[in-house]
Nanobody
Framework: QVQLVDSGGGLVQAGGSLRLSCAAS????????VGWFRQAPGKEREFVAV????????NYADSVKGRFSISKDSAKNTVLLQMNSLKPEDTAVYYC????????????????WGQGTQVTVSS
């Protein structure tokens, strides 16, 4: 059973950068697609980015394309989300999630989730 621990959130000014990390314990990410979702206060959880188990396929929400980048470090069993040019509307709790099926991750239907990390972008 894969367990996820996400970290790296914090407070940053608009235009700044943060890097989130999702670390896996138990089984490795070598067989799983890994994604990031976010949930702002009063809003539904929304898809941000996903990387497939090979690390070669990446998809992003339109709202973060060109600013966020997802990558996988198989040696460290970690998936990173590099967030640049942050905007106040990026403020949310960010969650990583994993499943063998990338479509399941994108649809938010995976059963494995991290505990969330808060990202706050001030204007």
């Amino acid at each position: 059973q894969v367990q996820l621990v996400d970290s790296g959130g914090g407070l940053v000014q608009a235009g700044g950068s943060l890097r989130l990390s999702c670390a896996a314990s138990g089984r490795t990410f070598s067989t799983h697609a890994v994604g990031w979702f976010r949930q702002a206060p009063g809003k539904e959880r929304e898809f941000v980015a996903v990387i497939d188990w090979t690390g070669s396929i990446r998809n992003y929400a339109d709202s973060v394309k060109g600013r966020f980048s997802i990558s996988k470090d198989s040696a460290k069993n970690t998936v990173l989300l590099q967030m640049n040019s942050l905007k106040p509307e990026d403020t949310a709790v960010y969650y990583c999630t994993a499943d063998r099926n990338r479509a399941t991750v994108v649809g938010g239907k995976a059963s494995i989730w991290g505990q969330g990390t808060q990202v706050t972008v001030s204007s």
